[in-house]
């Protein structure tokens, strides 16, 4: 069952709102698992009208803000999006869970691994840098963005410190643990 916090900033939620929300949120559930809780944010300013959902399952955290000129078209942009997060997420965990049982079967049969001589780019050849998408930073603690990173199952995370409101770093070693980057600037 998922939990729905719906605000409004100069947006009145009526009861039609909050239904057309539900009903749109609950399609997500099926592919999240486990209970699951929403936080629905509608602002309205001008000609603008943004809508921000943050849902948080048992092993997922997903995000998504849209803003266009229909309210409606808003949430259906934001929810597409979460959705098709949400399908990432099952399929990555789907293909750890196979990784798992493969590192098992593997270990019990193979013999100590040999090192493998590490790879450079040949001299003058480019490497390509893949887009990826923007996103808010948060205010969190260290700590904090551990959990957040342990909950989403990434191996980076970029937050803005709470106490500084510095850009910082956590990110999963090879040995599982996580690192924290404080850089200066």
């Known amino acids: 069952m998922m939990n729905i916090d719906i605000a409004g900033r100069h947006v009145e939620i009526t009861k039609a709102l909050r239904t057309f929300i539900e009903d749109r949120l609950h399609k997500l559930e099926?592919?999240?698992d486990g209970p699951s809780?929403?936080?629905v944010v509608l602002a309205s300013a001008k000609h603008r009208h943004l809508a921000e959902i943050q849902i948080k399952s048992r092993t997922a955290l997903l995000s998504g803000a849209?803003?266009?000129e229909d309210l409606k078209a808003s949430i259906n942009q934001v929810v597409e999006r979460l959705e098709g997060q949400a399908r990432r997420h099952k399929e990555k965990l789907k293909q750890r869970n196979k990784r798992a049982g493969r590192k098992?079967?593997?270990a019990e049969e193979a013999p100590a691994p040999k090192r493998?001589?590490?790879l450079s780019p040949a001299a003058g050849a480019r490497t390509p840098v893949l887009a990826s998408e923007r996103y808010r930073l948060k205010p969190?603690?260290?700590e904090d963005a551990a959990m957040e990173?342990?909950?989403t199952g990434g191996d980076l995370l970029?937050?803005?410190d709470a106490r500084t409101y510095r850009v910082n770093v956590v990110y999963r070693r090879r040995d599982g643990n996580f690192a924290h980057v404080d850089p200066e600037f």
């Open 158 to 160: 970029v937050y803005r």
């Open 104 to 106: 098992i079967a593997a």
């Open 116 to 118: 493998r001589a590490r």
């Open 149 to 151: 990173l342990e909950a």
């Open 37 to 39: 809780k929403a936080h």
């Open 66 to 68: 849209k803003e266009t």
């Open 30 to 32: 099926s592919l999240l």
């Open 140 to 142: 969190l603690s260290a």
